[in-house]
């Protein structure tokens, strides 16, 4: 049995300009089976994340999240509705401190939703404040909430980016490369606090060049090459697959 969609693309292309950075490109993300899009650099996994938040608009094709076309959404709605994501550069303003940084996100959440929480911006955020600490200490991370983000080690600034990008109860996470840059100490950090999410029910689909942190995170793997799936499969399919090992191995006779 297997279980419903949470994001299916279909027919997804992309091109700027000229240049086809996305082609044909179809396949589907089940709910809570954590799914890695790998890929050699400049394969196009990045622009998958940018068109399905609304960065961009695909050229051809369409996106479902769940069972609803969100192709036209405008991506504060896609929040709305349950899709988040990180950016492979974090976006955190680093002037701030952690807590200030988790609802100023609250904020931008909030502001999309036709005004219904209009009262909460007379008050002094004190409910979002509440919110924020309560997801930091699920995590772990409590003890930094009044931290300057510009003062923290990155493993800990990639993880504050986590608790920002799930606050607004995504179903869907999208993460670009939550393991790059990080010791192995962070990184087995960064690993069971994508646990802590998966076990909240959330879908992950992630961008990771670390093979060995997408077998311990995803059941499922799409590769990409030059803008086009070329398999699909459980990590160790794939790495078996010929046009994957000639893709990453650039060996033109396999
Ligand atoms: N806004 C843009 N305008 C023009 N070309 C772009 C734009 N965004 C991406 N591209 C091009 O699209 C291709 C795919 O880029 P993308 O960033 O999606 O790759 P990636 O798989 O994420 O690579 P990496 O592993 O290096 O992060 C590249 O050739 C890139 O130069
Ligand atoms: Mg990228």
Excluded at 3 to 26: N, Q
Excluded at 208 to 232: P, S
């Amino acid at each position: 049995m297997s279980a419903a969609p949470a994001l299916t693309l279909d027919h997804l292309g992309k091109a700027f300009g000229g240049l086809r950075v996305l082609r044909d490109l179809s396949f589907t993300v089940r709910a809570q089976e954590p799914t890695a899009l790998i890929g050699p650099n400049g394969a196009g996994k990045t622009t998958v994340f940018n068109l399905v938040s609304g960065v961009y608009a695909p050229s051809e094709g369409r996106i479902l999240l769940g069972e609803r076309d969100i192709t036209h959404m405008p991506s504060r709605r896609r929040i709305a509705v349950g899709l988040s994501r990180s950016f492979q550069n974090i976006r955190l303003m680093s002037h701030l401190t952690v807590i200030e940084n988790l609802i100023v996100g609250q904020h931008v959440r909030a502001s999309g939703l036709l005004d219904l929480v209009k009262p909460f911006r007379l008050v002094p955020n004190h409910r979002w404040r509440r919110e924020a600490i309560d997801a930091l200490a699920e995590c772990g991370l409590e003890a930094y909430a009044d931290e300057s983000v510009s003062a923290l080690p990155y493993g800990i600034r990639k993880r504050i980016d986590l608790v920002r990008a799930t606050l607004a109860g995504a179903s869907l996470l999208m993460l670009d490369e939550p393991a790059a840059g990080l010791n192995p100490t962070e990184t087995n950090a960064m690993r069971a606090h994508l646990e802590l999410l998966k076990k909240r029910g959330v879908t992950l689909l992630i961008v990771e060049h670390d093979m060995h942190f997408v077998d311990q995170v995803c059941e499922r793997v799409i590769v990409l090459n030059f803008g086009e799936k070329i398999a699909e499969g459980t990590l160790a399919e794939v790495q078996r697959d010929p046009q994957v090992r000639s893709a990453y191995l650039g060996d033109e006779a396999a």
